[in-house]
């Protein structure tokens, strides 16, 4: 069973920037894919970012490309995303969540793949 605990999230004003860590437990970091998702009030949950342990498998959604980044720390068991130039659209609770295989571009941005999700991480942005 995978344990996954995100944190990081805060108040941000516009143009700012956040690194939101997902810490993982319960995992080998070997043969593995990690998502993040985000979901905003009255809005369905969406895609971010996602990682696999194929290589070269990192995927964006057009909505945060050029911004963000989504990186691992395997000594740390630590999944990170890094968001810059943070506008209020932004504004959302992040979620991490993990599955223990190597996803391709399709099934790495799908919710549904995933077996093990955190609590999430609150994201404002906000002047």
């Known amino acids: 069973q995978l344990q996954l605990v995100e944190s990081g999230g805060g108040l941000v004003q516009p143009g700012g920037s956040l690194r939101l860590s997902c810490a993982i437990s319960g995992f080998t970091f070997d043969t593995y894919a990690i998502g993040w998702f985000r979901q905003a009030p009255g809005k369905e949950r969406e895609v971010v970012s996602c990682i696999s342990s194929s290589e070269g498998s990192t995927n964006y959604a057009d909505s945060v490309a050029g911004r963000v980044t989504i990186s691992t720390d395997n000594a740390k068991k630590t999944v990170y995303l890094q968001m810059n130039s943070l506008q209020p659209e932004d504004t959302a609770v992040y979620y991490c969540?993990?599955?223990?295989?190597?996803?391709?571009?399709?099934?790495?941005?799908?919710?549904?793949?995933?077996?093990?999700w955190g609590q999430g991480t609150q994201v404002t942005v906000s002047s």
């Open positions: 969540a993990g599955v223990r295989r190597p996803l391709l571009y399709s099934e790495c941005m799908s919710q549904y793949e995933y077996d093990y």
